[in-house]
């Protein structure tokens, strides 16, 4: 059999339906940025308690994460177009009721309903990309721009919600998805194929629920020991949610139709590119959400500024997955990602060293190559997760690949802002401390930003002392956690070097008779 027939080539209809695709995963990024702006809008509106300000910020996060794996299958049963359109819809609807929600209850009821919506997208468009793209450098190039789309989503998200905010109320950030949710349902029936595995059996439910306590468990543990510290709480909801995974894999190995087949965790690419994609968010996730804070608080950027020098990232993101399949030809994919981490690291590394005089240049070009780095490993990562996974499992892959990006960027969060919290409280000292009142000194001992609050009320050197303290204690705390960061990415660096040297761009079956079915 010649290669022509092993690997078909895409035609028009695919490509054109890679932008289709495309759509709903730059929306999926934009709705994770378009809060944070609209929170104080939406606070003066709605005045929610601090508890249910949390839960609208987080449910949407929280309910995306824990629905991946039962959407990811689901998909692969009923059929992945089908799932992409049915959560299109239901992401419009929800869009319409958050924008027009008249109390906080009513927020994050539908803002939990956009989460469950959410989940059905990306693995969907991720699935759909591994069954119309057979040819396997083909199928890279396709992955590069589905990574692409999110880096798109996530720069012009915040300049978009800026733009909304400063004519509309706050529920106008909400409806940016209704007319692309719109389009995809108009587009998505004459342009994507369907595909589903007709060996499937029924969903399992009693594994669908488990999988989603298990990851809500996890997630939400992670978040509030990011937010308040070890505690008793958090520390025995995740324990918890550890068992309840460990009694969800055990009936997996148990049913004739698993919701996860635990033979994709057999292929060693598989599970290394899986451990690889973890730790690379585990980074990645730390280390954006720090930088942000830097701009702000200790550089002193206004949110505008702060989010226009943002966009590099996103523009090294992009530029980073188109730069991959050519380099791929030549070099193996396994010492990419190799590179790419020690790319990663070596931006870690310049975050590290920062001088906060002139620190915005070498902060940007850490930055820069901080994201042009992870673009390798998360591009590649995903590649062989899906390239690795037969056919009629792509589905559940892709839900894979999602989940484990969420729990390694839930974990980086919580390990890395642990210890920006701690360094930062041992940093401030008594001294800076001088003339502030007790409950006000314990105020600012929590974070940067409420620091900041506490400077404003007081008067005269007293305030400026204390700002200029609590800006170089977050100063040393961020050295410190960047350079664990560079750390953990060379660490990934030399395992993926050791664990993916032997694997080769992943071959494309030459048929997919028997495995799945092609509708449309």
Not at 495 to 505: D, F, K, N, P, S
Request: charged share 10%; hydrophobic share 55%.
């Amino acid at each position: 059999m010649n290669s022509a027939k092993a690997n078909p080539k895409a035609a028009a209809r695919e490509w054109i339906g890679l932008a289709v695709i495309a759509l709903p995963c730059l929306l999926y990024s934009m709705d994770l940025t378009v809060l944070n702006l609209a929170v104080p809008h939406l606070s003066a509106a709605l005045r929610p308690t601090s508890a249910q300000m949390l839960w609208i910020v987080d449910i949407y996060g929280f309910m995306l994460a824990g629905s991946l794996i039962t959407m990811g299958t689901l998909g692969d049963r009923i059929g992945r177009r089908k799932l992409l359109l049915i959560g299109a819809a239901c992401f419009g609807i929800a869009s319409v009721l958050a924008a027009f929600s008249t109390s906080s209850e009513m927020l994050i009821a539908t803002r939990a309903l956009l989460g469950i919506a959410g989940a059905t997208l990306a693995p969907s468009t991720l699935s759909l990309i591994r069954n119309m793209f057979l040819d396997a450098e083909e199928r890279t190039v396709a992955i590069d721009i589905w990574v692409a789309s999110f880096a798109v989503g996530g720069a012009i998200g915040p300049l978009v919600g800026g733009l909304l905010l400063e004519h509309y109320w706050w529920g106008s950030v909400f409806l940016v998805g209704v007319p692309v949710m719109a389009l995809l349902l108009v587009l998505g029936p004459l342009l994507l194929p369907e595909y589903r595995d007709e060996k499937s059996g029924r969903l399992d439910l009693p594994s669908a629920a488990l999988s989603l306590v298990a990851v809500l468990a996890v997630i939400y543990g992670l978040k509030r020991i990011a937010e308040a510290g070890m505690g008793a709480l958090p520390v025995g909801v995740m324990a918890a949610g550890v068992a309840i995974g460990f009694a969800f894999i055990r009936r997996q190995g148990r049913l004739a139709d698993p919701l996860i087949d635990l033979r994709l965790f057999r292929a060693p690419a598989f599970s290394a590119a899986l451990l690889i994609n973890t730790l690379g968010f585990f980074v990645g996730f730390a280390a954006f959400l720090l930088i942000a804070q830097y701009l702000q608080l200790v550089l002193g950027l206004s949110p505008l500024k702060a989010g226009l020098w943002s966009v590099s990232s996103s523009l090294a993101f992009i530029v980073g997955s188109n730069l991959v399949p050519r380099i791929v030809r030549r070099v193996r994919p396994g010492f990419v990602v190799a590179g790419g981490l020690v790319l990663a690291a070596a931006g870690c590394g310049l975050l590290a060293g920062l001088d906060r005089e002139n620190g915005l240049p070498m902060l940007i070009v850490g930055y820069v190559i901080l994201s042009l780095g992870l673009s390798f490993v998360f591009t590649l990562a995903v590649d062989m997760l899906v390239g690795t996974a037969p056919p009629e499992r792509a589905g559940a892959a892709s839900a894979i690949s999602e989940t484990s990006s969420e729990l390694g960027g839930a974990l980086g969060i919580a390990v890395l802002g642990s210890v920006i919290v701690g360094v930062y409280r041992h940093a401030l000292s008594e001294s800076s401390l001088a003339g502030v009142p007790p409950a006000a000194a314990e105020a600012a001992r929590s974070s940067l930003g409420a620091a900041a609050d506490v400077a404003a009320g007081l008067a005269g050197a007293a305030g400026d002392r204390l700002m200029e303290a609590s800006r170089e204690a977050f100063a040393q705390a961020f050295e410190t956690t960047a350079s664990i960061s560079a750390a953990v990415a060379l660490a990934a660096a030399l395992l993926a070097a050791i664990m993916l040297r032997g694997v080769g761009t992943p071959p494309a079956p030459a048929s997919t008779q028997g495995q799945a079915t092609l509708l449309g």
